[in-house]
Structure formats: structure tokens, C-alpha cells
């Protein structure tokens, strides 16, 4: 069981209760923090205090001083007013994990929201009862305003809900509930819309990716280093143990057991190839960096996961800090990083499929030995290109721009939203580039046999042909392509 504000969230965690494997709680003590928080700002909206987000209006408004009796109507016209997203909805998914990180901050007691709030945004999770998001509109500054907005609008009887596949209206589902909209009262709509928890639902998406992706490279890799008959020399611990990057460690210890006990690498150790090109021998140094990457951001998201990221936070009673916890820049400029990251393993990956089309070391051209009246493997590379060129075109990093907004009083934002939307769009085209080198690879290591392979390469040999045959003539490859991109996003093909 999993303790909302008390217990420290992890990419595993999160996902697990989103996945509804683990269940998560508000407890007693929890309640307790909540419950204090909101008596504090209870004591400041009754005092003469002026305290922005509070009894002020917000952004460049906040120098005007809202009454008690407006204060509600403030509170709900903040989520009307914010939610401004366009394009297409957000999948269901995100929606799920954005509320259970916002449960989570909002559990920890600085935020000042009510505990009725909370308890139904958790029954909105429990109830697979997901709001409607469109991925357009936030600049990820002053938090993910827009889509926090949409976010929460059912919590007031506006916006609409996925239900399975369809979309209805929040009326319509709290009718069927039997549930009444909540009144938003004083520092609510503000605890709800501010924070980053757009940002980080895509960076959670797509570290889970990634880290698939990750070990996929790196069999994939193997797989190509076998067919071509590359060497494993590259890969000994006592050249990495001098150069010690953690990532290029890691790999380098990876594709020592991918080739364990394989005849085929060791049918040619003595051969005169002095080396192989460097998208077989630099595995380690080009992978271990993508995966460095990777940790750094992975590292930054489970700080952001227990973190507040709501404006302003609320101590004591005559104090409520306005900061900016809501920024996105930590998250951006690393979400830009592993976007890079990303793309690389696919740029290189890509140089290895062209390898074993050029027909070097017992392999036949484009991996068909009936060539001419057949072009084999020679088109799906093209595939490889194009993807990995939009992959480099999606890599202009977002956290380096910045566009003022609300009157200049947001003058510097991190559009992290789109840094995250990004990186999951090249990890989409990594997958189905690592497929078409899966494809490749498993047709090369037949022109190897009877040199048998690790037990690892031997499983995924079986697993790739179970859906895609030998290419003896041509064929249609399509098919082949769809079925290998559906192996990859279902994380069949086995990597550990």
C-alpha cells in the first residue's frame, strides 16, 4: 500500500498505481497535514493580510485585492479562464498519472486545499474516471496552467471524461455517480492548476519507454554484431575500467552476456579483421551515454514526484511564500537531454542495419542471395533514415526558448510541456526503428548457422520468427515491419 504525501513516490510506484497493482491511501496522518494547512489559510483569508492566489487576482492581476465574498468565484473562474488547450486529447494514461502526482504533492500539506478536494480527484483515479486533456497550451511555467485547467474542470462540473473509449460530459458522470460539484474556496483553484505535473506525466511515460528501449538497443545491437560477425574484444571490462563511465560499464557488461558462449563469436576470434566499424565497437560509449542520460533524468523525476509545485506555498498562518516551484525548467532542459539521447540510439542503430546490407563478411547484398530479380532488405533502411532524421529535426530543445506571458509578470518560462511531448515522439520512432533492426539482424544471423548463439539471441531468434519467416524472395514487408514495431511496444522481444 502506498501512503499519498507520506511515502516517496518512484517511477515504478507511479506506474504501478496507475496499472492498479498498487493501491494508494490517504492516511490519518496525512489528513492531519491537509487538515492543518487549510486551517492556515482559512486564519489568512479572515485576517487583513494580503497574500497572492489567495484574496488577489493572479499573474499581472495580482496587485488587485479580491473580497471574502468573491473569493469562490475567483477560485472557479481561474479553472475556466485556463483552460485555453488545444489539438488532440492526451491519452488516458497521462491524464491518470497527472492526478495521481498531483494527489501526491497536494497530500504533503502546503497547498491548502481541502481534503474533500483530494478524496475526489482519488476517486477519479480509483474509478478510472480520467478528464479530458488537450496536449496544446502549456509553456510550463507558472505550472502546466492550461492542461491542469481541463484537468480538473470536472471537479466543477464542467470539461468532459473518458469512460473506456468515449468521451462524456463531467455532468453526465457525476449524475451517473450521484455526485455534486465541488465549490472551490479560497487558494483551491490555484493549489490545483499550479505545478508541473504535465511535464512530469510525460517524462514518467517516457523514462518507462526509454528504459525498454534502453536494454532493447543493446540486444539489437548484439544481434547485428553477430550477423555481421563483428568482434566482442570491445566490449572487455578492463577497457571500460579505464575510462569508467557508469553507462558505458553498464553496456559493455550488457553485451558480455548477450555473446556468452556463443560458437559464432568464437569461430572467428583469430580471423585478420584488425576492427569493426563504429556503430558495432562504440556500443558502449554511444549507448552507456544515452543511458547516462537517462539516469540523470530519471534522478530528477522522482525528486519532482515528492516535490510541491504549487504557488503560493502556505507555512504558517501570516506566511504564504510566492515562489516559483511551479517552474519547469529542471525537468525541460533533461527531458532535452534524453530526447538526444534517444535519438542517438536510433542514429546509430540505423548505421548497423546499413551494414549488414553491404554484403562484407559471408553476408550476401541486402541480405538476399538471390539479388537483381530481388532487392532483399534494401528499402526498409530508407525507413531507418527518414526516422531518424525527423528524430534529429524533434531534437531542437524547447527549454532554450522562452516567450513572455501574463503582461511580462511571466517573463521567462521553460515550455517544458513540449519537451516532454517530444521526447515521447522520438521514442515512438526509436521503437520501430529498433524493429526493422531486429528484422535485419534475424535475417543475417541465418546466413550464420550452424553457429549456434547466446541463449539470450537464441530466445529472441525463435520470438522474431514465430511472426516473421525467413526472407527467401521478395515480399510485401510491411506486414513484417507491423508485426516486429508491435513485438518492441508490447515488450516481447526479451532483454534481460
Avoid at 494527489?103 to 502546503?110: D, E, M, R, S
Avoid at 518560462?413 to 515512438?428: A, C, D, P, T, W
Wanted: net charge neutral; charged share 25%; aromatic share 6%.
Amino acid at each position: 500500500m502506498f501512503k499519498y504525501g507520506i511515502d516517496t513516490l518512484t517511477l515504478e510506484k507511479v506506474n504501478k498505481i496507475a496499472n492498479g497493482t498498487l493501491k494508494a491511501v490517504i492516511t490519518t496522518e496525512a489528513k492531519i497535514n491537509i487538515n492543518s494547512c487549510r486551517a492556515k489559510v482559512t486564519a489568512i483569508t479572515e485576517s487583513d493580510k494580503v497574500v497572492y492566489g489567495i484574496n488577489t487576482g493572479f499573474g499581472p492581476l495580482c496587485d488587485v485585492k479580491i473580497s471574502k465574498e468573491e473569493t469562490n468565484l475567483l477560485q472557479r473562474n481561474l479553472l475556466i479562464t485556463h483552460a485555453v488547450g488545444v489539438g488532440e486529447n492526451i491519452n488516458k494514461r497521462l491524464s491518470k498519472l497527472m492526478m495521481i502526482c498531483k494527489v501526491h504533492a497536494l497530500c504533503q500539506g502546503f497547498s491548502g486545499v481541502r481534503l474533500k478536494l483530494i478524496e475526489r480527484i482519488v476517486f477519479f483515479i480509483e474509478n478510472d474516471l480520467l478528464p479530458t486533456v488537450p496536449k496544446q497550451g502549456s509553456v510550463g511555467a507558472s505550472g502546466d496552467l492550461a492542461p491542469l485547467s481541463h484537468l480538473f474542470l470536472p471537479l466543477i462540473g464542467e470539461g468532459d471524461f473518458w469512460v473506456n473509449d468515449e468521451i462524456y460530459t463531467a455532468k453526465e458522470i457525476l449524475e451517473i455517480y450521484n455526485l455534486d460539484p465541488i465549490e472551490l474556496e479560497a487558494k483551491e483553484g490555484l493549489g490545483l492548476i499550479n505545478g508541473t505535473q504535465f511535464i512530469l506525466a510525460h517524462t514518467i511515460t517516457g523514462l518507462a519507454k526509454m528504459e525498454y528501449l534502453l536494454d532493447l538497443a543493446d540486444v539489437s545491437g548484439a544481434m547485428s554484431i553477430e550477423g555481421y560477425k563483428g568482434s566482442s574484444s570491445p566490449f572487455k571490462a578492463e577497457l571500460h575500467e579505464i575510462r569508467p563511465f557508469k553507462g558505458a560499464i553498464d553496456v559493455a557488461k550488457r553485451m558480455r552476456n548477450l555473446f556468452k558462449d556463443s560458437q559464432n563469436i568464437a569461430s572467428h576470434e583469430n580471423c585478420e579483421r584488425v576492427q569493426d566499424p563504429y556503430s558495432m565497437r562504440c556500443i558502449p560509449q554511444v549507448h552507456g551515454a544515452s543511458r547516462n542520460a537517462f539516469n540523470h533524468l530519471l534522478e530528477l523525476a522522482e525528486i519532482e514526484m515528492n516535490s510541491v509545485t504549487d504557488n503560493p506555498i502556505v507555512l504558517s498562518e501570516t506566511e504564504a511564500i510566492s515562489g516559483g516551484n511551479f517552474h519547469g525548467q529542471p525537468l525541460a532542459m533533461a527531458l532535452d537531454y534524453c530526447s538526444i539521447a534517444a535519438s542517438e540510439l536510433g542514429n546509430i542503430a540505423d548505421r548497423r542495419c546499413y551494414l549488414l546490407l553491404e554484403g562484407k563478411y559471408g553476408l550476401p547484398r541486402l541480405l538476399t542471395k538471390s539479388g537483381g530479380l530481388n532487392s532483399g532488405f534494401m528499402i526498409p533502411q530508407y525507413t531507418t533514415a527518414a526516422l531518424v532524421t525527423e528524430n534529429k529535426s524533434l531534437c531542437f530543445p524547447p527549454s532554450a526558448d522562452s516567450i513572455p506571458t501574463s503582461l511580462g509578470q511571466e517573463d521567462h518560462v521553460s515550455m517544458g510541456s513540449i519537451s516532454g511531448r517530444k521526447l515521447n515522439q522520438i521514442l515512438e520512432n526509436l521503437e520501430k526503428i529498433l524493429a526493422i533492426e531486429l528484422l535485419y539482424a534475424a535475417q543475417a544471423l541465418e546466413f550464420r548457422r550452424p553457429n549456434t548463439f547466446s541463449e539470450i539471441i537464441e530466445k529472441n531468434h525463435k520470438i522474431i520468427r514465430a511472426k516473421v519467416k525467413k526472407l527467401e524472395e521478395d515480399r510485401l514487408l510491411k506486414d513484417d515491419i507491423n508485426a516486429l514495431i508491435q513485438l518492441v511496444k508490447n515488450k516481447k522481444v526479451i532483454v534481460k
